[in-house]
């Protein structure tokens, strides 16, 4: 029973390896079947792990996510609440670019009109898992930032967490294939928060 327990604990660590690889290739759409077959194991090996896509993609991120979710703990106690609202929405923007599908999955919006009998793990369906659960923790992890920014009437009136959302992940998407992916990613930050406008 001890041996059968370590060979799941090695097979979970060697898929999620190869998964973290192969999300950081295809983004989102990464296959179950490639990671299993990469990995050694059977595809219901995989599925006993990971049973939908989304339950993949949760552990892919689930690490960096929850850093997110410390540093806007952690600037929470700071006393600038703008500049605290802004470096952890940076970092978003930052974590966006370089975790490849992670912009792909929040900015998934689930179909209204799937038929009826349709399946329900098809990729889009466990994506929409998936930006569920992580945009969930993300907005619960920054609500505090956000709130408090509103209340000292440092940011605009009317701001929501999917408006932050919605900026981080268009800039992450919009310069997925530049050249230089970071660079470009900072500069389209800089003007969300300075306008075009040039300073008086």
């Not at 703008?82 to 599908?101: C, I, K, N």
């Not at 792909?104 to 009826?116: G, K, N, Q, R």
Request: proline share 6%; glycine share 4%; aromatic share 4%.
């Amino acid at each position: 029973m001890t041996g059968q327990r370590s060979d799941a604990r090695r097979n979970y660590s060697r898929i999620l390896a190869v998964a973290e690889e192969e999300v950081a290739r295809h983004g989102a759409a990464a296959s179950l079947e490639q990671v299993a077959r990469i990995a050694g194991v059977g595809s219901a090996t995989v599925r006993r792990h990971f049973p939908t896509r989304q339950a993949l993609l949760e552990a892919v991120f689930q690490e960096r996510v929850q850093a997110l979710c410390e540093r806007a703990d952690r600037l929470s106690r700071t006393d600038d609440s703008r500049t605290a609202l802004l470096e952890w929405l940076h970092d978003l923007v930052r974590y966006a670019v370089s975790a490849r599908g992670l912009a792909d999955v929040l900015a998934y919006e689930p179909p209204t009109d799937t038929p009826a009998g349709a399946p329900t793990d098809t990729p889009a369906d466990t994506d929409a898992s998936a930006r569920h659960s992580c945009g969930a923790a993300l907005e619960d992890a920054a609500a505090p930032l956000l709130r408090r920014a509103l209340r000292e009437e440092v940011v605009r009136p009317g701001v929501t967490f999917h408006d932050l959302l919605t900026l981080a992940v268009g800039i992450a998407l919009a310069t997925e294939h530049h050249a230089e992916p970071a660079i470009q990613a900072d500069r389209l930050f800089t003007l969300t928060v300075e306008g075009l406008s040039p300073s008086p």
